[in-house]
């Protein structure tokens, strides 16, 4: 097959573009070509900035399908759409389960009621980027019709994790010790693997699939994740709950218990299409090996030890 990628250098892009290579197909992307790894040898990169509206060099050629990682506001859509017309079979639009409407019941399938749609934001936060993907949804969906498939991802973690928000959590159950963790160890959690991500996306174009899929992982907790990164670096993990608010907002995997249910969607759907499932532990592994292999770079986000041991004697709590 020839799969056209709208941004391939990132990080579920490039788990999407590995495993297109590995099964024989042709890939060419499309993206600015400013950030992310090198693309593999052999796959064209064509040069464009969605953000600019520049999509001259998709002027020409023709895909079976195109896969969308980089659509956030609908202009983005329409433009590609646009330009592209006809010229590709299937257009798999990678949306997000901050689609679906808040606080609603664990274990809801595709067919969960969504938020309103929202054409434009400025800014995209917690509060525009779902809105804005469901109008993005909702584009693709009038444009292709019975060739449209949406994949709604939830948390996105493996090899090449750009976010950092898993990455820390990993991290810190690395170094063991006393971890200050804001939120209850049964905080649940479904990681989602990049690869498995990538291999669902190729399944559902090799057979033709339309629809909406969620890609999540198996069903696991924070302290769970935590562990399994102590246990497999030969260290001690000693959890610490602490106020919630006792951290910055959107601090790393960490939600009010009062939105929980969002962490837990239902994966049948997508699992029947063929979803691979790599094991937590697997995944922990391979990302630690990746980590390692790229020196252990700071994060952005979360505590410094020296923060953390702060919080824990503001707490009474020893660090």
């Known amino acids: 097959m020839r799969i056209l990628m709208l941004g391939g250098n990132g990080f579920v892009g490039r788990a999407i573009v590995d495993d297109a290579l590995a099964h024989g197909h042709e890939v060419t992307s499309f993206s600015r070509g400013k950030s992310g790894a090198p693309l593999p040898a052999g796959v064209p990169q064509l040069i464009?900035?969605?953000?600019?509206g520049?999509?001259?060099?998709l002027r020409t050629g023709e895909w079976d399908a195109v896969v969308d990682t980089s659509g956030f506001?609908?202009?983005d859509v329409d433009q590609a759409m646009d330009v592209l017309g006809d010229r590709v079979g299937r257009y798999v639009f990678v949306s997000s389960h901050a689609v679906y409407v808040r606080d609603l019941p664990a274990g809801t399938d595709?067919?969960?009621p969504r938020r309103e749609p929202l054409r434009d934001a400025d800014v995209l936060t917690n509060d525009t980027y779902g809105p804005c993907k469901v109008a993005c949804e909702d584009d693709v969906v009038e444009r292709y019709g019975d060739r449209a498939t949406l994949v709604r991802p939830g948390r996105v973690t493996g090899p090449g994790d750009s976010s950092g928000t898993a990455l820390y959590w990993i991290r810190r159950g690395a170094r063991g010790g006393r971890i200050a963790l804001p939120t209850?160890?049964?905080a649940p959690l479904q990681l989602v693997d990049s690869r498995d991500v990538a291999g669902l996306i190729l399944r559902l174009v090799a057979d033709n699939r339309s629809g909406a899929y969620n890609a999540v992982g198996p069903d696991s907790t924070i302290a769970e994740l935590i562990h399994t990164a102590a246990d497999l670096s030969g260290t001690t993990a000693d959890i610490i709950p602490i106020p919630?608010?006792?951290v910055p907002p959107r601090f790393p995997l960490m939600d009010p218990?009062?939105?929980w249910g969002e962490r837990r969607r239902n994966p049948a759907k997508a699992r029947a299409a063929g979803m691979p499932v790599t094991p937590l532990r697997q995944t922990v592994a391979d990302v630690l090996r990746w980590d390692r292999d790229r020196g252990v770079p700071p994060l952005a986000i979360g505590l410094t030890p020296d923060a953390e041991a702060t919080l824990l004697a503001h707490h009474n709590l020893p660090g």
């Open 48 to 52: 464009g900035d969605r953000e600019a």
């Open 73 to 75: 506001r609908p202009r």
């Open 110 to 112: 595709e067919t969960a």
């Open 184 to 186: 209850s160890p049964e």
């Open 244 to 246: 919630f608010d006792a």
């Open 257 to 259: 218990e009062a939105e």
């Open 54 to 57: 520049d999509y001259a060099a």
